[in-house]
């Protein structure tokens, strides 16, 4: 025992080794805090970095370089270690207050290594105990492009990857690809069998075996988000949008900007900056995927200060339903009646905001100041402000872009809380400035914003936490129109393990129409869910997402008044999350504090299953315990669920039985 703790003092104090083979080369060595993961970064021609985590490969050696201007490669010199001017390294122990995110703290621990270079760069990693991760820094002063970047993800051997690829694959070339709404089911598949010609979008999930390697990205700031494509030989390469030069309107209703040519290059710098950060998050076991917080952890401070004006919560939402009222006096649709009818819904059930999506403004004119003349925004925003709702406004992104600051600053004097912004569908250097600047903007005016047609988060909602949420995800609108082709139920369990990863989605959940495999159908105006009403229960649980939406119709929830009373309850922002159980594709099953009260959701996939619940991270004491679970029709009968209360301590494990597409929600309180 003595050798052990010795040796691993030692491990903890001498993190960084350097050695000089043959005078070629330099290699450095930084492992994590606890010794199990180290990266070792070597260089020579060339700067490469490899990763191992229990002595296992988790990325061989992989190339590392940013090419600046014409002729100049920060990473690529002859006798390269001679251009080093020194090399550093630093502990990193703290904890970051983190209100408004799935708990209320975040702690940063990790080994940093940095080299600095002559050329007025430095190349920053960080080892964790559950990953790795690095990003060029620069002290140049002045302007100058990024031609490029080379960011390589070589694994030993032919693994399996889970990716999502751009949507149409008949688009041969990545220009065309680079337009695209970033909302596509997973492909799984070995490397050696996928196509060079395609770019999957972060985050993708690599399976080598003994662990699972999530790739994405952190502090995307004014530089274009990262795509990945196969290379061949076992490795993925990066891919860049260029900076668009001429952009024209069009697309959806006149919303979108189309790129009609492209610069030389993928960024345009002025000044000393960082770059994004490249992440390697290490799981031994899946579920350890469902509570990481990676991008979160580095990501940017916040920028706005006071945030208690920013109030997440749930939202009753029109489009999915199709304004799908029955049971009234009124032709339901775009008009102050109906949305006083959903005022009243929400203000009855404790929702805390109504959106207005698509249709309140003059349609193909991208200008939020022509409103319909059946919509009077003012006179929403005093119903609802009287009953406690706040309004949020859709607006498409070339309509917001265009009169930004007064578009923000008039609806937020008229009383409106937040904006969905939707149909951005790209990620280049222009689009990423967009949506730092919106986030911005909206702060200015105390506006929260919400963004669909939407990249993967990369930490803006920390820098900017008036941002509630993102789409990015192939979500539950897709059923208005998908067959049973499209495998909905599996998605619903990979999600949470890679998607998740990145940040919060707005799925749009809250299904009331539940269907199994052989009654499923695609309606747009009586859409339905796949799996049971349970699993979408389960989903305002185990999907992360400080703004959620209830995508039903309020004539619907008036008839589920359990299944709405739990979902108008259930918090979007928590204090603690403890993830339970779970494997990608077959299940996933999460745990979420708020205050003293306590939730529990679970999913499975097409399998019906029997799961255990170890309610050990419970503290001591007696609890009740509310569950809604599957019924025992719900194999056939989607809809078909039922309650169950019981009194609990943390020292039991309960058993749960999930129909096929099925799921469980369980509330945990405090017995008085």
């Not at 945030?307 to 102050?336: M, Q, R």
Request: charged fraction near 25%; include cysteine; hydrophobic fraction near 40%.
């Amino acid at each position: 025992m003595k050798r052990f703790l010795l040796t691993a003092l030692a491990m903890l104090a001498l993190c960084v080794a350097v050695a000089q083979p043959n005078g070629k080369a330099t290699t450095t060595t930084v492992a994590s805090p606890d010794g199990s993961l180290k990266i070792t970064v070597t260089v020579g021609d060339d700067v490469r970095w490899s990763v191992t985590s229990d002595n296992e490969v988790v990325l061989a050696p992989s190339q590392v370089a940013m090419q600046i201007n014409e002729n100049e490669t920060w990473g690529v010199a002859p006798r390269l270690n001679k251009l080093i001017r020194k090399t550093s390294t630093t502990k990193i122990d703290k904890v970051i207050p983190s209100p408004l995110y799935k708990k209320a703290e975040v702690v940063d621990k990790c080994n940093a290594l940095t080299i600095s270079f002559r050329g007025d760069y430095a190349i920053e990693f960080r080892a964790y105990d559950n990953a790795a991760a690095y990003r060029f820094v620069s002290t140049r002063k002045g302007a100058y492009t990024v031609k490029n970047e080379i960011s390589e993800y070589k694994f030993d051997g032919d693994k399996t990857v889970y990716c999502s690829y751009v949507r149409d694959n008949k688009k041969k070339t990545f220009e065309q690809q680079y337009y695209n709404s970033f909302e596509q089911p997973y492909i799984i598949e070995k490397m050696s069998q996928m196509g060079q010609n395609r770019l999957m979008f972060l985050p993708v999930l690599v399976d080598i075996g003994n662990k699972k390697v999530c790739l994405t990205e952190s502090d995307l700031v004014s530089y274009p988000g990262m795509y990945l494509h196969s290379q061949g030989d076992s490795k993925l390469g990066a891919n860049f949008a260029p900076v668009p030069d001429e952009v024209k309107q069009g697309g959806h209703n006149m919303l979108q900007g189309e790129v009609q040519t492209r610069k030389p290059y993928i960024a345009e710098i002025n000044g000393a900056r960082s770059f994004p950060w490249r992440i390697c998050i290490v799981a031994d076991n899946d579920a350890e995927l469902l509570d990481d917080d990676m991008v979160f952890r580095l990501s940017q401070e916040n920028a706005i200060g006071d945030t208690s004006w920013i109030k997440p919560g749930k939202v009753a939402w029109e489009w999915w339903n199709d304004w799908g009222l029955y049971g009234v006096d009124f032709v339901p649709g775009v008009n102050n009646q109906t949305y006083e009818y959903y005022i009243d819904f929400a203000a009855r059930n404790g929702i805390e905001y109504v959106i207005l999506d698509e249709g309140w403004s003059v349609n193909k004119k991208a200008d939020l100041m022509q409103v319909v003349p059946a919509i009077d925004i003012k006179h929403l925003c005093d119903y609802g402000a009287k009953r406690g709702v706040g309004i949020v406004l859709w607006g498409g992104y070339w309509a917001v872009d265009r009169d930004m600051d007064n578009v923000f600053k008039y609806y937020s004097e008229l009383g409106v809380k937040g904006f969905k912004i939707d149909f951005m569908d790209r990620d280049d250097q222009q689009m990423v400035d967009f949506y730092e600047r919106a986030a911005a903007t909206a702060a200015k005016y105390k506006l929260f914003v919400d963004f669909h047609g939407a990249y993967k988060p990369c930490g803006l909602s920390r820098k900017y936490p008036n941002v509630v949420n993102y789409e990015g995800v192939n979500g539950l609108e897709q059923m208005k129109w998908s067959s049973i082709e499209l495998d909905q139920v599996t998605y619903d369990v990979q999600i949470p393990f890679i998607r998740m990863v990145a940040g919060p989605m707005d799925y749009t959940q809250g299904a009331m129409r539940n269907a199994q495999k052989s009654s499923y159908r695609a309606s747009n105006s009586e859409p339905m869910s796949q799996g049971t009403r349970c699993h979408q229960l389960a989903m305002y649980v185990i999907f992360e997402a400080p703004f959620n939406m209830l995508c039903d119709s309020p004539s619907n929830y008036e008839k589920e008044k359990e299944c709405t009373e739990f979902i108008a309850e259930i918090p979007t922002v928590w204090e603690q999350t403890v993830a339970l159980d779970g494997k990608i594709g077959e299940y996933a099953i999460l745990a979420r504090r708020s205050g003293e009260e306590w939730y529990v959701g679970g999913m499975t996939n097409w399998s019906a299953r029997e799961v255990e619940v170890d309610l050990s991270f419970l503290p001591d004491g007696n609890y009740t315990v509310e569950s809604i679970i599957d019924g025992v029709n719900a194999n056939k009968i989607a809809s078909d669920f039922s309650i169950k209360k019981q009194n609990a301590d943390n020292k039991q494990k309960m058993k749960v039985k999930m129909a096929r597409g099925g799921g469980f929600a369980m509330k945990i309180t405090p017995a008085k």
